[in-house]
């Protein structure tokens, strides 16, 4: 019971990143842009929201504001990219998976090179504890699973909602679909394709860079160079899973993290488990089925994904 225990609860504490950074990149996709940048905006994102609260106190508990003015110093970071990133390819109309992936690198270089002059080493920090929500997390079983999370983790699954309500409810969501769907429709109607992009890209890498610095306050407590960990690419294949839908995102979501947590936990109560490697894999074998399903997905998604917009031309 222990065991099944452990990997629910921490299935549900180590997918609030991973959800985070998706309803983020599906923001992006649906505006027509396809950003394979978001592993290196959650790095730079994750350096920026723990370098703040070690300025401050180091590994000493630093006090609650501090940590928070860390993830929103993440946030901030992550919409610069964000933007930086639109005017490669919204103004340039640079190909977007080629940017993406020189995107990607920055991040990761610029965030490991800024850690390795400031920092030095790996250094620990207090960042955000788990907090048990009164009564609930009492409750058997139920209150260990759900109940004794970190408050990020609670407001991860609140965007959930939040989300397809922005998307699906609202006049900006509206245009954020339009100009992802039928951008030359969507400008004939007065609708900035352009700048409703540029939002869009801002509001994903705000989110990308909240995921990364979620990583490093609230769950490892700590920054190295591999802390995404491949999340960035993993939450672009989400969004192809999910149907650029937030709840089956949220889905694909825990699958993923549950697959990535089982291999952790066996090694920790089997040790003489003899498929070790296989669970290891199992996670990434997930997300290759994923892609290998894809273009069944694309029927679902923004007809004009990747593509730059000219108003000047007809194509």
Known sequence: MSF???????????????????????????????????EGIMCMGAFMGMLIPFSYGGANIVPFGINLLGLFSGMLVGILLG????????TFRAPQGIAGIGLQMFGVGVAGTLFRSYIGGTQSISGINSVNIPLLSD????????????????????????AAYLIMKTPWGMKVRAVGTNPRAADSLGINVNRIRFQALAVGGAMAGFAGAFLTL???????????GGRGF????LVYFGHWKPSRILLGAILFTF??????????????????????MLPYLLVIVVLA????SNKFGPTALGKPFNREMRT
């Not at 759900?146 to 408050?151: A, D, G, K, W």
């Open 234 to 237: 993993i939450a672009v294949a």
């Open 293 to 296: 399903f894809s273009r069944e």
């Open 218 to 228: 609230c769950q490892a407590k700590m920054f190295n160079a591999d802390i995404i």
């Open 83 to 90: 933007l930086f990133f639109g005017l490669i390819v919204i």
């Open 259 to 280: 697959a990535q947590t089982l291999q952790t936990q066996v090694q920790i109560f089997v040790p003489s488990f003899k498929y070790y490697e296989f669970l290891n």
């Open 4 to 38: 099944i225990i452990s990997v629910l609860a921490l299935t549900v504490r180590f997918s609030a990143a991973l959800l985070i950074a998706s309803l983020g990149e599906m923001f992006n996709q649906r505006a027509g842009i396809f950003n394979l940048g978001c």
């Open 139 to 162: 409750i058997p079983f139920i209150g260990q699973i759900f109940f004794s999370h970190n408050p990020i983790v609670y407001f991860a699954y609140l965007m959930v909602p939040l």
